[in-house]
């Protein structure tokens, strides 16, 4: 059982996933379960790639759920690619398979190892707690169910989900003075279970800017060693090796806008905001990328024309001809269009090829760690680098356009946070540098 995890961390085009297919292509007498964040990674790059005979999990007449058809390929044996999110959901049957059959687990990219949880109010916390139906472990904040009840195995019933999470040891609490009335005196957080990780004969995280990360500080709490993942060769190469290649625009007419998600939530309206960060996304766009299919913008889902899932009457960033984008694709030698896809690209999406011929990305998110995963880490002596959780996102980010690919890209970054995190990393500054004199671009 796995109790030291492996770090592969090298910068972003250091050829991390072909070095890791010619391990595994090289070590067939082992089995993998090679895990991405994306479709289109496990569903084609893997299996296309490998001379061992990947399996994507599918849904068919035989399998009804991914899952199970997950559970049929782990009890047969099988080499696995799979998603991230099929991953996380694996049963404990899963993970005695994995355990059973010595299965080396590849992690591409971080996994989203917590999640904030809200269902239930801080006087729920109290009120159960008083009761006498949780009990809160101080030394990691776990949250453990003690109080029978036959009324709680009804799905319908208030606090059916929580005792499950209880007795799968996935609810944690942060710190908190159970004799405060206020409500915000506690977070909860969700985690992932321990022995998902445990269960594997080895597991290599495949990253960039891992120490100081999310995943880094839980593997800390949770007791576990990290070493580096010496088996393949990565070519060596520094942000600096990038420079020629990147025209980086810096913040402009947005200095009162610092685009964290408490003011795209709280303060950004039509006209205190939303309307000058779309004038940039649109003059930037205008100006380096021409074109709608070469650009690429970010900003949070929910204030975003095209993907935004709000109401009708919510104010959204509308960048007129940047919203979307026809999509051609070579079919028989000839392009064909093929439908049109949006120009907007989640803020934390990594580890994909498929906008690899953007050449603008436009940038106009200040990222954070989420609130209740930050507080409850620090709480209990492991505290996230804020800096280098914002400075990884945004370069994995900036990654998928074509610089990639070793091509010219321009990046521009609306938050001034973000293009000074961002600019120190180019010049191979520490990332609080504030002598801007040192810049070289």
Request: glycine share 4%; charged share 25%.
């Amino acid at each position: 059982m796995a109790k030291t995890i492996e770090v592969l961390d090298a910068i972003m085009s250091a050829g991390k996933t072909t070095a890791i297919i010619d391990w595994m292509d090289n070590n067939p007498q082992e089995k993998f379960i090679y895990v991405s964040p994306n479709l289109s990674e496990v569903d084609v790059r893997i299996p296309t790639s490998t001379k061992l005979d990947f399996v994507s999990p599918k849904v068919d007449e035989y399998n009804p759920t991914k899952l199970e058809h997950l559970n049929q390929l782990l009890l047969e044996g099988r080499h696995i690619c799979c998603t991230h999110k099929l991953y996380l959901s694996m049963t404990t049957y899963s993970m005695d398979l994995i355990e059973s059959r010595g299965y080396t687990v590849i992690l591409d990219e971080e996994i989203n190892v917590m999640q904030s949880y809200k269902d239930y109010s801080f006087k729920d916390v109290k009120w159960l707690l008083k009761e006498g139906y949780i009990h809160h472990n101080l030394t990691d904040g776990s949250v453990e169910w003690v109080k029978d009840d036959e009324l709680l195995n009804s799905a319908d019933h208030r606090y059916f989900y929580c005792k499950n999470l209880c007795d799968k040891k996935a609810l944690y609490l942060t710190r908190f003075d159970k004799d405060s009335e206020k409500a915000k005196q506690v977070m909860m957080v969700t985690q992932i279970p321990i022995r998902l990780l445990e269960c594997a004969k080895r597991v290599v995280v495949v990253s960039y800017l891992f120490k100081g990360s999310v995943l880094d500080k839980f593997l800390q709490l949770k007791g576990f060693k990290t070493k580096p993942f010496t088996d393949v060769y990565v070519v060596k190469k520094s942000p600096k090796d990038f420079k020629h290649l990147l025209t980086v625009v810096p913040p402009e007419d947005l200095d009162d806008c610092n685009l964290t998600s408490y003011w795209w939530t709280h303060k950004a309206t039509e006209n205190k905001g939303l309307l000058r960060v779309q004038n940039y996304i649109l003059r930037n766009a205008r100006k380096y990328g021409g074109d709608a299919k070469y650009v690429c913008w970010t900003a949070p889902k929910e204030r975003s024309k095209g993907v935004s899932t709000a109401s009708k009457k919510a104010k959204l960033i509308d960048p007129i001809g940047y919203v979307y984008s026809k999509e051609y694709e070579i079919i028989d030698g000839e392009e064909v269009y093929v439908g049109k896809k949006p120009c907007w690209l989640s803020a934390h999406t990594r580890a994909t090829n498929d906008y690899a011929h953007k050449k603008v990305m436009i940038h106009c998110y200040n990222r954070y760690p989420l609130q209740d995963v930050a507080s409850y880490l620090q709480d209990y002596g492991h505290k996230i680098d804020d800096d280098v959780f914002a400075l990884s996102e945004l370069v994995q980010w900036c990654w998928r356009g074509q610089v990639r690919s070793s091509l010219p890209m321009t990046i521009c970054i609306g938050s001034k946070r973000m293009y000074e995190l961002f600019m120190n990393w180019l010049n191979e500054l520490p990332l609080n540098n504030k002598d801007y004199s040192k810049w070289e671009n």
